[in-house]
């Protein structure tokens, strides 16, 4: 498979373009194999950081109930630590995700 990128908005598409199908520009690049690698490592590693994200969402809201329950301060205590645990996870993927997008690593 050979990818091509907008070199006005930086579409990627996984078929050969004349116009980008986004903003319809003309400057269409076609990726080298190296390029193309990367863009395919990079969209499997930020599908599985998108699915993490999905998971940790619904983990802290499990924790959010068990703080609610307040049966035991060592119970709490856990649940605390697994929606903090969860929150500081979810805002390292975030950031992570944010830096493969300005590095032109999304695809």
Same mark, same amino acid.
């Given at each position: 498979?050979? =990818?091509? %990128?907008? %070199? &006005?908005?930086?579409?990627?598409?996984?078929?050969?373009?004349?116009?980008?199908?986004?903003?319809? !520009?003309?400057?269409? #690049? @076609?990726? !080298?194999?190296? /390029?193309? *690698?990367?863009?395919?490592? !990079?969209? @499997?590693? &930020?599908? =599985? $950081?998108? *699915?993490? +994200?999905?998971?940790?969402?619904?983990?802290? #809201?499990?924790?959010?109930?068990?703080? *609610? /329950? &307040? =049966?035991?301060?060592?119970?709490?205590?856990?649940? #605390? /630590?697994?929606?903090? &645990?969860?929150?500081? !996870?979810? %805002?390292?993927?975030?950031?992570?995700? %944010? +830096? $493969?997008?300005?590095? @032109?690593?999304?695809?």
């Amino acid at each position: 498979m050979v =990818l091509y %990128q907008c %070199q &006005n908005c930086g579409y990627v598409s996984d078929y050969a373009v004349t116009v980008c199908p986004k903003c319809g !520009s003309k400057n269409i #690049k @076609k990726f !080298s194999g190296k /390029e193309e *690698k990367l863009i395919k490592k !990079s969209r @499997k590693t &930020n599908y =599985l $950081h998108m *699915k993490l +994200t999905r998971f940790l969402v619904k983990i802290k #809201k499990y924790a959010e109930n068990g703080v *609610k /329950e &307040n =049966l035991d301060p060592a119970c709490v205590k856990i649940f #605390k /630590e697994v929606e903090h &645990n969860c929150y500081e !996870s979810y %805002q390292k993927i975030v950031a992570e995700l %944010q +830096t $493969h997008m300005k590095g @032109k690593k999304w695809g």
